[in-house]
């Protein structure tokens, strides 16, 4: 059989996000270690990396 859809046409259909995913680490101090906590966050904008806390 012949192929229906073609790879460009399968993107086109696709709506993009205007999400963006960022992976945050915070560092935490118990005893005379360090731990990091990691986490994904969804932001609007990758401006507002900053505010994270």
Same mark, same amino acid.
């Given at each position: 059989? @012949?192929?229906q859809q073609s790879f460009g046409d /399968? @993107?086109?259909g696709k *709506? /993009? !996000?205007s999400v *963006?995913? *960022?992976k945050f680490i915070k560092t935490v101090k118990s005893g005379n270690s360090y731990k990091?906590?990691?986490k994904f966050v969804k932001l609007d904008d990758i !401006? /507002? *990396?900053t505010t994270l806390k």
């Open positions: 059989m @012949a192929k /399968k @993107a086109k *709506v /993009k !996000s *963006v995913n *960022v990091f906590h990691e !401006s /507002k *990396v």
